[in-house]
């Protein structure tokens, strides 16, 4: 990992990042950057995506629910609520911020029996004590280091169930020398492809499937979104 790249997320400061989001109302246009409209449009593309990914992995059931996913970075649940309640039968979540865990403590989905346990903690701080079929983690991990990264997809490949898979959805950097975008608003950092590969690597986990998440108008002038599957390296 080069100098460049490392100072970004150098930059990082979890006090401040809590601040920021802690300023917010608890609501999905929030959640989305005040972008509302394209939580439809990402919400389709995540289940395109993971239909695909089943399909593809051997092992990995094609059709039905998983029985026990996990929310990664939940917010307020949204992800949960419009996708995830369609393909596990169980969701915990996990998300740092009071205000947003309570929301999803006092849900109709919380009381239907969907949300299983709810972790009011950072990412850096979460330690799996399950195992789980489908892990997902969402438009969250520009708030942790590269190294607190690694950490964590490590404890992430530890808890996966044996045929269970993990996926990442997050913006790419833009910028115009190929390095990570650090932001100050909310202390958080935009990697570049090339950076996460070179985490899930360091991780031991492999990319089974990578693709764009499409269809967001071109008019709101957002960051490219991408899709990584990811299942613990087979070493020989």
């Known amino acids: 990992m080069t100098d460049s790249n490392t100072a970004a ?16 109302p608890a609501t999905t246009g929030s959640m989305l950057g005040e972008f509302p409209s394209v939580s439809r449009i990402d919400l389709q593309g995540s ?28 917010g307020i649940g ?26 999803m403590e006092d849900s ?11 972790y ?29 990264l690694i950490d964590y997809t490590v404890r992430c490949r530890k808890s996966l169930t044996e045929n269970g898979l993990m996926v ?20 958080s950092v935009t990697r570049t492809d090339a950076k996460f590969r070179q985490i899930f690597q360091a991780a031991g986990m492999e990319i089974v499937k990578s693709e764009l998440q499409k269809g ?5 002038n957002l960051l490219p979104v991408q899709f990584y599957a990811l299942r613990p390296k087979k070493f020989d």
């Open 47 to 74: 289940k395109s995506f993971l239909a695909k990914v089943r399909r593809l992995i051997p092992g990995v059931q094609s059709e039905g629910k998983f029985h026990q996913g996990v929310d990664c970075g939940a």
């Open 168 to 187: 990442l959805k997050e913006n790419l950097s833009t910028h115009f020398a190929g390095q990570d975008m650090y932001d100050s608003e909310d202390s």
């Open 78 to 103: 949204r992800v949960t609520e419009g996708f995830l309640r369609h393909v596990c039968e169980v969701v915990d979540a996990v998300e740092p911020v009071a205000k947003f865990t309570k929301v």
């Open 216 to 220: 967001f108008p071109q008019s709101l």
């Open 108 to 118: 109709q989905l919380k009381r239907d029996g969907v949300f299983g346990t709810i």
């Open 120 to 148: 009011t903690r950072g990412l850096e701080n979460w330690t799996p004590d399950k195992k789980y079929d489908l892990i997902w983690v969402q438009w969250c991990v520009g708030h942790l280091t590269d190294s607190q």
């Open 9 to 24: 997320d150098s930059k990082i400061d979890h006090a401040a990042s809590l601040k920021y989001w802690n300023s917010v």
